[in-house]
């Protein structure tokens, strides 16, 4: 056992005071576009029993961001522990080991290291971003699993008060009446529990390494119709920062274009690209993204029911967040809280015996190092070099310190001063062709990096080339600067207001500076 590993286990042991140096098995649970509209949240509007239970015996961190609001580029960031900027993927049309380099996965890691690793559902994104395979063999120890159900996910299956069916945003079905009488999740949670009962019968497997992808509440939202008299309109709050910000650049904003796009709201003839989106239809979008968590919720529970969790660590996360009309805004395709938040809860077996509520900065890159620690089946990863290609290190840092510390008194060391987020633009005003909200990376011109410390976030919109991947940042575009402190919901920009000239210059610096420093 290396030095490392083995501080680690005395500190384990200490706070323990049982023997953890083992091989857990790992269940990592990734809900599509999840923001953290969770009842262990604090979000009164939630319904989530199942992933409350399991978060009152975990880490729960509040304060956890994605790297792209955007399904692909932040799958491949976190699986991998790399930036979208090293990754050189800011869409969903290449292959990272292509065009960036042979970087290691988190499964990748495990198997190589004799856990016996699995995908169901959507992991990575499937199609030419996991190449066509999901990363196979690479990172999977059998062929991943999709359900047969996805086929149908944009079919016209949703029905209309008139009885005809349409491909709608707002789907709410009764299973037996859709194709194959079921939906993706719930394929998806037949096979998770039909895996976790074959290794039940057989005591000599090795470790498990699971990777569960939820398809919900990603869009469109079809879910068993029940869920939603979980979540009755009369009990559905509007945002109250519902309008566009006056201040905001038009480089900013996201047109919610994959909304726009659905049979209900093509009816709508909704303005583009500002809108506004009418209340009583934004209502009912809320309630349909709620009623999709709830849907979900229930089908985790299902699935935590067959895990030992005496021996596995649980991760449940999202890949980003969703706006649900703030700023006038929906879905993900930007900088914004709403979009980029996520959240982030670590069952950990002997060491997270109650809720553990941690309130720093985090990044979903932190991931594979944290994994690596608390299993303590390596050394811990290195952080990845700024010169050199390393095939297997970290764009994040482990959480495990932190884990820790939360037991304890509550340490300031270890705690990042920031975090990084970044968006693609064509161009400076929203467009539908090119597809400004998911532009394909030969008409990326704008690369939107932001830097959020405990205080502020800061973006700067700069003049990227898609080419060579350089960025000129003295040829800015826009500003957006936002205090957490006075303005926590992202409504006044304050870049242009020169008391503040000072601040940004120094926001700027740590900007381009990058994580490294952070």
Known sequence: MSRNNFFLCVLLLRFLKSSYCYRPNVLFLIVDDLKPALGCYGDSQAYTPNIDKIASKSFIFTQT???????????????????????????????????????????????????????????????????????????????PFHPTTIKFKDAKVCINQDGTRSANLICPVIIEYQPMATLPDIESKNEAIKFLHKRKRIVTNPPYFLAVGFHKPHIPFKFPEHFLDLHPLSNISLPVNRMIPPSLPTIAW???????????????????????????????????????????????????????????????????????????????FSNFEEATRVPLIIHVPRLSTRKIIINVLVELVDLFPTLVDLTAISESLPLCPSTKRYNTCTEGRSLMRLMIDALRKPQNHNRKSAIFTQYPRPGLYPTLDPNSDEPRLKNIKIMGYSIKTKRYRYCEWVKFNSTNFSIKWNEVYARELYDHLIDPKEDLNLADRPQFSDLIKKLKRKLIKGWRKA
């Open 65 to 143: 961001f994605a790297q792209q609001a955007l399904c692909a580029p932040s799958r491949n960031s976190f699986l991998t522990s790399r930036r979208p900027d090293t990754l050189h993927l800011y869409d969903f049309y290449s292959y990272w080991r292509d065009v960036a380099g042979n970087f290691t996965t988190i499964p990748q890691y495990f198997k190589e290291r004799g856990y016996h690793s699995y995908s169901i559902g959507k992991v990575f994104h499937p199609g030419i971003s996991s190449n066509f395979t999901d990363d196979q063999p690479y990172s999977w120890s059998q062929t």
């Open 254 to 332: 996201n047109p919610w274009i994959d909304i726009r796009t659905r049979d209900d709201m093509k009816k709508l003839k909704i303005p583009f690209p500002y809108g506004p989106m009418n209340d009583e239809i934004t209502k009912q979008i809320i309630q349909a993204y709620y009623a999709s968590v709830s849907y979900v919720d229930e089908l985790i529970g299902k699935v935590l029911r067959e895990v030992d969790l005496d021996n596995t660590i649980v991760v449940l996360t999202g890949d980003h967040g969703w706006s649900l009309g703030e700023h006038g805004e929906f879905s993900k």
